[in-house]
Every structure is written in structure tokens, then in C-alpha cells.
């Protein structure tokens, strides 16, 4: 018979701890060539965590190594939830996925309930019912999508637009007004700001020269911002953000930005390109299945609500 799993909460994470957690994630990454939490909060709970997160590790007898793991973050207006699975433990009938999610819904209702989201990579019909445990039901979805590089011939129409390398510490306000008035429909491009940005730039994997910008007249006007994965097999070259200022689209520009970026990752003989998109933005999504690009998987975000209890 499967052993339900038992679920340690903590609020703070002892190194025999962060390394039995940072082993199970090595597996689930190579098993699903996916990471499959958010950097950010990990390493934020992994240098002591604050208040607004909670880890749940979750145990099975006879295992000496955890067989999931969750983390439940606190945003301004909504939680955010992620969950890992040890690969051997995913058997069919195996109960650590729903059983870490239930502790969760019960944490976040414990803390005055609310608005939920559960981002899971490469989604199934796995993650659709660990989901539907606490009640969530899908919300977005987001293509991942790859094509080998470099990029035929017969696919550049135009010549490519004039790019320059982003200037830390001068492009940063124009910059921001474009990402801004571009993305201003998105729930995690639109509306950033300043430090939200600095934040990016002070990041190991941060290059001005993959960071390609597009003016006219002087001003920025769109831009192709690019990221190298040198540690993936093989090394994969992100779209990282790219954007056409609202009041110069449909001229072409979006298409030769994303091939400019994708031109500088051939230079730097990064072999296969790669982008996250929403399965909504018809536009883009067009865009780029024009160039050549096939979804290689798909990330599903799972919204709902919890009432406090
Ligand atoms: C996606 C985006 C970069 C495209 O830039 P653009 O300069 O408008 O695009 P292009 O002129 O190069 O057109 C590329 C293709 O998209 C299509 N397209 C562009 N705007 C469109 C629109 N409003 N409706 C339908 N299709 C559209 C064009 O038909 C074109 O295909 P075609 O060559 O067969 O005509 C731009 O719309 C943008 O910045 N959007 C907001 C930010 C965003 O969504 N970024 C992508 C995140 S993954």
C-alpha cells in the first residue's frame, strides 16, 4: 500500500536540510530538464527566509531523503505556491503531490486564505489533479518554445534593424517607459520598476551585449534582451524579453528584433534558441512559429481562492 506522506513545515531551512533539498531538485531538474522552483524564492528561503514564506518537506517511511518539496509565498494581493516531486516517487496512485498541496491550502487558510497560484512546469494531467486537491482550477499557460540556431537564410526578409548593447546606468528610465507601455496588459512584464530592473542587471547571467536595443529618433523604441543557460545540455539562448514600442509596431520590427537576438546567440555558437510565451498572445505566438519555432513544452499556472479557516 503507498504511505501518505507526512509533512514537516518550517519556516527556516538548516543546511542538512537545504542539502536534501537541493539534491531532490537536481534530480526533478535532470528528470525534467525544467527547474522546477522560481531561483528567487528558493534562494530567498535557503539564506534564511522571512516571514511570508513557509517550507513543507514532505517524508515517507523507509525514505532517509525528503520525496517533496513545497514552498508557499505571501505577494502583495495573492500567494504563489510551487511543488516538487522526487521522480521515483511519482508512481501512479502516489500521494506526496496532493498531500504537500492539501498542507499548503491549510497553511494559507490558517493565515487568512485568499487568492492562490500554483505555477507548474511542464503541466500534465498529474499537476491538474494535485491542483484540484486545494480546489485550483488552470489559469495561464505558457508555451516554451525552441528552434535550432542559427537561423536559415531564407527566413531574414529584411536586413537586420540597427541594434546597440544596453547601457547600464543611462537606458534605464527610457527603457522602462517602452517594457512599460508594451507590456502594460501583462501581469508580470507590465509595470515594473526601477529596482525590479537593477535587480536583473545585478544578476551572474546579466550581459549589456546580449541586451540589444532598437531607437528612432533617438529614443528607444524596442528591444531583444537576450540570456544565455550555459549550464543547460545543450546551452539554450532565451528571448528573454523583447518589445516593440506600441506606436511603431506591425512595421517588421518585432521580427527583425527576435532575429537580431537570435543572430547574437549564433555568434556566441549557442546552438538552440528559446522563449516563454503566453498561449494567449496571438501575435507573438505567430511571430514566432513564422521563425521557426516549435513549443517544446508547456508551463500551466492553476489559480483559486482559499476562504480562511
Ligand atoms: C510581439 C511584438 C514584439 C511584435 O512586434 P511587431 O513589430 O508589431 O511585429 P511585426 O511587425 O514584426 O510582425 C510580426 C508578425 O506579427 C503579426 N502581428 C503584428 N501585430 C499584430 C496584430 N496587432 N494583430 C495580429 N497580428 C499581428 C504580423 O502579422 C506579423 O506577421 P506577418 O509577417 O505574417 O504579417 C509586439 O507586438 C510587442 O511588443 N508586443 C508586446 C510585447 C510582447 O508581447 N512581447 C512578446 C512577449 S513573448
Known amino acids: 500500500m503507498l504511505a501518505v506522506a507526512r509533512i514537516e513545515r518550517k519556516q527556516h531551512l538548516e543546511p542538512d536540510d537545504v542539502g536534501a533539498i537541493s539534491q531532490l531538485l537536481a534530480a526533478a531538474t535532470a528528470a525534467d530538464e525544467h527547474q522546477p522552483l522560481d531561483d528567487h524564492t528558493w534562494l530567498d528561503l535557503v539564506q534564511g527566509g522571512r516571514g511570508d514564506f513557509a517550507a513543507l518537506v514532505a517524508w515517507e517511511g523507509g525514505h532517509p531523503h525528503p520525496v517533496g518539496y513545497a514552498q508557499v509565498t505571501r505577494g502583495a494581493d495573492s500567494w504563489a505556491v510551487e511543488y516538487v516531486i522526487d521522480p521515483h516517487h511519482r508512481v501512479p496512485g502516489n500521494t506526496v503531490g496532493v498531500d504537500l498541496l492539501a498542507e499548503a491550502g491549510r497553511l494559507i487558510a490558517q493565515q487568512g486564505g485568499g487568492h492562490v497560484h500554483l505555477w507548474v512546469g511542464r503541466s500534465g494531467p498529474q499537476s491538474d489533479r494535485v491542483a484540484a486537491a486545494i480546489g485550483l482550477r488552470p489559469g495561464r499557460t505558457l508555451y516554451q518554445m525552441r528552434r535550432r540556431l542559427p537561423v536559415e537564410p531564407e527566413l531574414v526578409l529584411a536586413p537586420l534593424p540597427p541594434t546597440r548593447a544596453f547601457v547600464p546606468g543611462r537606458d534605464e528610465e527610457e527603457w522602462l517607459e517602452v517594457n512599460n507601455r508594451a507590456f502594460e496588459w501583462h501581469p508580470e512584464q507590465g509595470g515594473w520598476d526601477l529596482a525590479t530592473l537593477k535587480e536583473r542587471e545585478s544578476a551572474p547571467w546579466f550581459d549589456p551585449e546580449g541586451f540589444l536595443v532598437y531607437e528612432d529618433g533617438g529614443r528607444i523604441a524596442g528591444f531583444c534582451w537576450t540570456k544565455v543557460h550555459a549550464e543547460h545540455d545543450p546551452p539554450l539562448g532565451e528571448i528573454y524579453v523583447i518589445a516593440v514600442d506600441p506606436g511603431v509596431s506591425r512595421r517588421g520590427l ?12 549564433s555568434r556566441k555558437c549557442v546552438p538552440v534558441g528559446m522563449l516563454y510565451v503566453d498561449a494567449g ?3 507573438a505566438v505567430k511571430l514566432y512559429v513564422d521563425l521557426g519555432f516549435v513549443v517544446n513544452h508547456i508551463d500551466q499556472a492553476y489559480v483559486g481562492d482559499i476562504a480562511p479557516g
Not at 254 to 265: C, V, Y
Open 254 to 265: 518585432g521580427r527583425g528584433l527576435t532575429l537580431a537576438g537570435l543572430d547574437h546567440l
Open 281 to 283: 498572445n496571438l501575435r
